[in-house]
């Protein structure tokens, strides 16, 4: 009798990554903590997930009030890891939120973990940040870690919105394969609303600023500005958090009329979200949450490829613990060392 599937879902803004992987499993997904501090986002969470607790600043809370879990999912801001720091060990992610996700995997040591973060973060701080993270998933046991960027636009959505995954097991034997494009055609058209209310056509002046900076920019040979999209567009830039802004990214194409944003209901598509998914906030909450939400449907096939190899047979076995305390010689506080059986 396999057993249900216990995930915890950090960062979870409005579980984006959650609803991937909930879509990806024939058996229940069981949630068993959340972590996320924005108060707009926790509204929609917990309107989406029968109002489910959700904690707060991830930074405050123990690992140990995080129970035991099979994956581990998040999409953790992309934070520089300083040059000192690096020096030091085993502490030197300290201080960014990747340290939050290390110091639960360490404690709680998960089958697998999948997380997620902009495409820079391969280029970012010269690669060093990526390295270091994938250096330490490595240190604290997850040797089987492999990371990929993927685009929605290859999955099935009309946006190119590019990412990288980075998805890790404990058990070194397993054979995990990123999942490959799809590539079924797609179109902008597909996840537009019929008649939209006039108040997301966009204002003269808004217009004529957008038109206004992509001219300039161009004569200074700079990228474009705003992104015009038509129902027959195959796909739109990738939608941000910023999008309530000024909608620059993407504005959609109309008869004798200035051009229109996006509405929030076409963001939440343009992710892959079903319409039945709550949104509960203001536009301008929605518009940030989506932008900062995820593709999902990425997500699940991602997902597909993660599950086939979690182990759900049998309760998982507790890594040994031991904990000691060593003096840290460069400053007179004491250092706490938690090390693994076998991973350290
Ligand atoms: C890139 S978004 C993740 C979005 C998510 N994957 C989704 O599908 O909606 C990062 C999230 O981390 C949250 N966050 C940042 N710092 C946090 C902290 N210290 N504790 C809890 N949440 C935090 C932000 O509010 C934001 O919603």
């Given amino acids: 009798m396999h057993r249900n599937i216990k995930i915890i879902d950090l960062f979870a803004g409005i579980g984006g990554i959650r609803l991937g992987f909930e879509n990806a499993s024939k058996r229940k997904i069981d949630c068993v903590f959340t972590s996320e501090w924005d108060k707009y986002s926790k509204e929609t969470y917990q309107a989406n997930y029968n109002n489910e ?12 009030e995080v129970p035991e879990h099979d994956v581990l999912l998040a999409g953790f801001p992309c934070q520089p890891f ?7 060990g085993f502490s030197d992610t300290r201080g960014t939120l990747f340290f939050d996700i290390e110091r639960i995997l360490i404690h709680r040591k998960p089958q697998a973990f999948l997380l997620e973060n902009v495409k820079q973060l391969r280029g970012h701080d010269k690669g060093r940040t990526l390295k270091t ?19 929605a636009r290859d999955f099935g959505l009309p ?10 097991f404990l058990d070194d034997t397993i ?25 997301y056509t966009i204002s003269d002046k808004l217009w004529a600023g957008h038109q206004r900076r992509k001219r300039e920019n161009k004569l200074k040979g700079k990228g474009f500005g705003y992104g015009m ?35 929030p209901r076409e963001c939440a598509r343009l992710q892959g979200f ?18 900062n939400s995820v593709p999902v449907k990425v997500i699940e096939k991602v997902a597909k490829q993660m599950i086939k190899h979690l182990n759900l047979g049998v309760e998982k076995k507790k890594a040994s613990r031991i904990t000691t305390h060593i003096k840290n010689s460069n400053s007179h506080s004491d250092t706490k060392v938690i090390a693994y059986n076998g991973v350290n």
């Fill in 82 to 88: 300083s040059q000192a720091g690096l020096k030091k």
């Fill in 159 to 168: 946006q190119n919105r590019e990412r990288i995954y980075i998805v890790g």
């Fill in 175 to 199: 054979k995990f394969e990123f999942p490959k494009p799809t590539f079924e055609p797609t179109k902008v058209g597909d996840i537009l609303e019929q008649n939209v209310d006039d108040k």
């Fill in 229 to 263: 999209v038509s129902e027959n567009s195959e796909y739109t830039n990738t939608l941000s958090a910023r999008y309530y802004k000024d909608g620059s990214e993407v504005l959609i194409q109309q008869k004798d009329k200035n051009p229109r944003k996006l509405t």
């Fill in 133 to 151: 993270i994938i250096s330490h998933l490595k240190k604290i046991g997850y040797n089987n870690v492999q990371h990929e960027v993927l685009r």
């Fill in 53 to 64: 607790d959700v904690f707060g600043d991830i930074t405050q809370i123990d690992e140990n």
């Fill in 274 to 291: 079903p319409d039945t998914f709550k949104i509960p906030v203001s536009n301008t909450q929605a518009y940030r949450q989506f932008g």
